[in-house]
């Protein structure tokens, strides 16, 4: 199922919006702005006198740099950058700790409560989908093989489309490297790690026949480096139209004991079956958000089995393609995401209030635009943001929950993101503060769909078999199952299944054996029977 949003965060340098000169040093009381003053060859003395006669505090002097980093009365600004002793003035931006992050999905499937088994590497995922990016800095080299297709879809290690490699990153992005997110199943090291196997069927236009889906079924079930391990297929897609042909494959590959099959409901937000997922063979997997309550794209049927996070999921993206997005206003910063579309880039000013923007907004010259879902399309409100001059849009939410909102394909100038409804009510009492939006380019992103929720259950699946390798599929299948938490009406229900997957809670369930005790809801489909 092909995503819906793309977001993100850092922060750029950027030239500063600046006001009236003064003549007169500004009174203690007055706002700061913390910037780079660099002056201009042989014009320290002059600039040094400046800065003292506006009550700068110097935090340092790069000599060989010809600058300073000081704080100074905002209203100072504009007389310092035309002093003619100095050559430009500038924000000194904030720079924040890279760390690891781990994503809400994580612990709502209680992935951290579990460790992969020392023999892990006896299971194997296999990801059918549009590749996966081998040079991301996030991403497992080792334990990682797949099917090359040259006269098709192209190289395993490559994704020109990005939805391969969000999915990889929820099964196993490395954990403990202090970078980006950590998987499901994180890659640590070449010992005990659970293999993958990639085979590429979408370039980047994100479809392919059902053919080529069963073709990459038998190469994921006969792929050299599998051995022996029991498999889990993973299928972030699926379509509308069934095939009788490619059922009869995927019943194959369960009754062998050895494979499960796991693919995406949908992302229609209809009661329309999708296949392979709605094949009594392949666990059909809705999508919640972050509260456990069913997206409102991801398709209901009787079909589906489990559920599992699937909205503002954060993963990997192919290096370079995702972006980053800050927000700060006055000393504080702001979560946000950038829109679908948004060009990269900073902007900066005074925070004004434009309403919903249903036309340009007056008074937004210089400054950033905060803005309230509503009425007309986000593109339009950025583009009456833009009109009136505006550096750089803010839009918040009109509902609970981020906004992950879209341009399409409209072309806008200033960067633009999303915020909550309760950052931008609170927003409302800041305008006038000094904001500042920067949208860069990123190697991560928040994407929404079943496509999202695929891996967490497929991840899910095989770290509960690498603790029990004795087991078949129906095992796990079953003990997935009987042990989801009941979202919904009470038992089984269309939009659910039976419920949101939990690792610890399946291999609780499973005790020391094979068989789930009681007190679960059962495996396979179609009123409790297993395929």
């Keep these: 199922m092909k995503t819906l949003k793309l977001v993100a965060a850092g922060v750029l340098p950027m030239m500063l919006a600046v006001p009236h000169a003064t003549h007169a040093a500004p009174g203690k009381g007055a706002e700061q702005a913390r910037v780079y003053v660099v002056y201009k060859d042989g014009q320290r003395g002059n600039a040094a006198r400046a800065l003292a006669m506006v009550g700068a505090e110097v935090h340092y002097e ?110 196993a992005a490395v954990g403990g490297n202090g970078k980006g997110v950590i998987g499901v199943l994180p890659g640590v090291n070449a010992s005990g790690t659970v293999s ?31 051995g022996s391990r029991k498999l889990v297929v993973s299928m972030s897609l699926g379509g509308s139209l069934k095939s009788r042909f490619e059922d009869s494959a995927f019943a194959n590959a369960f009754s062998s004991g050895t494979v499960l099959s796991v693919a995406a409901a949908g992302n229609d937000g209809n009661s329309r079956s999708s296949y392979p997922a709605s094949y009594n063979s ?39 393609t995702g972006t ?42 210089g400054k950033v635009c905060l803005i309230e879902r509503g009425t007309n399309s986000f593109s339009d409100k950025v583009l009456n943001c833009q009109a009136g001059g505006g550096a750089a849009a803010i839009i918040y939410n009109n509902t609970s ?32 503060a000094s904001t500042t939006v920067s949208v860069a380019a990123g190697n991560y992103a928040k ?60 291999l609780d369930k499973m005790g020391i054996g094979c068989s789930t005790t009681s007190g679960g809801g059962g495996g396979g489909k179609g009123g409790g029977k297993r395929p």
């Excluded at 190289?155 to 489309?161: A, E, K, L, P, V």
Aim: with cysteine; proline share 4%.
């Design 62 to 171: 790069f000599a060989g740099l010809r600058g300073y980093a000081v704080s100074v009365p905002a209203v100072a600004l504009e007389g310092l950058s035309r002093n003619p002793a100095i050559e430009f003035v500038e924000e000194d931006p904030k720079r924040y700790l890279m760390a690891e992050t781990t994503p809400y999905g994580i612990e709502s499937v209680q992935a951290n409560l579990v460790q992969a088994a020392s023999n892990a590497g006896n299971t194997q995922v296999c990801i059918i989908d549009s590749g996966y990016d081998a040079s991301h800095e996030d991403l497992p080299d080792f334990n990682v093989d797949g099917h090359n297709d040259p006269a098709g879809a192209g190289n395993w290690f490559q994704d020109q489309n990005g939805h391969g490699t969000h999915v990889a990153g929820t099964v």
């Design 282 to 320: 392949v666990v059909s997997v809705a999508a919640v958000d972050e509260n456990k309550v069913r997206a409102s794209f991801s398709q209901y049927n009787s079909q589906v089995e489990l559920a599992a996070p699937g909205v503002g999921v954060l993963s990997t993206v192919p290096m370079g």
């Design 447 to 506: 994407f929404d769909g079943t496509s999202m929720a695929t891996p967490h259950v497929s991840a899910v699946a095989a770290l509960v078999w690498s603790h029990k390798s004795a087991c078949s599929n129906a095992d796990i299948r079953n003990a997935l199952a009987a042990s989801a938490v009941d979202l919904g009406p009470a038992g089984r229900d269309v939009e659910y299944g039976f419920g949101l997957v939990q690792a610890k809670a399946a």
């Design 401 to 432: 929950g981020p906004l992950l909102g879209t341009l399409g394909d409209v072309a806008t100038s200033i960067p633009s993101v999303g915020i909550t409804q309760a950052a931008g009510q609170a927003l409302l009492t800041q305008t006038g």
């Design 196 to 226: 993958l196997f990639i085979v590429k069927v979408f370039g980047a236009d994100g479809w392919t026949y059902s053919s080529s889906l069963v073709d990459a079924l038998s190469k994921c079930t006969g792929n050299p480096q599998r």
């Design 324 to 365: 980053t997005t800050t927000v700060s206003v006055g000393s504080a910063n702001v979560e946000a995401e950038a829109m679908d579309g948004s060009p990269r880039g900073t902007g900066t000013g005074a925070l004004v209030a434009c309403g919903i923007a249903d036309n340009a907004c007056s008074g937004a010259s």
